[in-house]
């Protein structure tokens, strides 16, 4: 009995430190998901405020030189960036739906692993705690039959080896 209160004890106290500490994980992922989502949230803003400088520019009909002594117009040179501005937006977007998606998923292991927490109530704890000193005043018990025992085979001169 004693020992498979003690195995017992031991495992719950194991389950209770690796949940602990997959919150404590989980916590920091989601934090680290939200910055990110801050951070993309922010290019994106960024970006549109781009796309609208490189729109208007546009309309004004700007004509410039390249290098090569080409004119061009500025129409030409904002629908490229428009279109890599596009390209960039739409990878931004999928990065985001994709970030959106592990945060929900974290956020719901999350949630289940807390659920799961609070069926470890205060009568739970407590218990712990009694099963912890039943096993500390049997271990005190224990070592004083050990003394016992050796007192009497000492004055029945039978040999004793103490099992650990």
Known sequence: ???????????EIKT???????????????H??????????????????KKV????????GK????????????RDTSKKEESCCSKYLELLLKEIKKLKKENEKLSTERRALKNELAGLDKDFFEEIEDLKHAVQESVK?????EKCLKQISVLYGLPFTAHL
């Open 1 to 11: 009995m004693y020992n498979d209160l003690q195995k017992r004890y031991v495992k």
């Open 16 to 30: 209770n430190q690796e949940q602990s500490e997959a919150i404590k994980n989980l916590t920091i992922k989601i």
């Open 32 to 49: 680290e998901l939200e910055h990110n989502l801050r951070e993309q949230r922010q290019r994106i803003e960024q970006l549109e405020c």
């Open 53 to 60: 400088s490189w729109k208007s520019s546009a309309v004004s």
């Open 63 to 74: 004509r410039s030189r390249t290098p090569e002594g080409e004119v061009t117009s500025h």
């Open 141 to 145: 018990l224990n070592n004083q039959y």
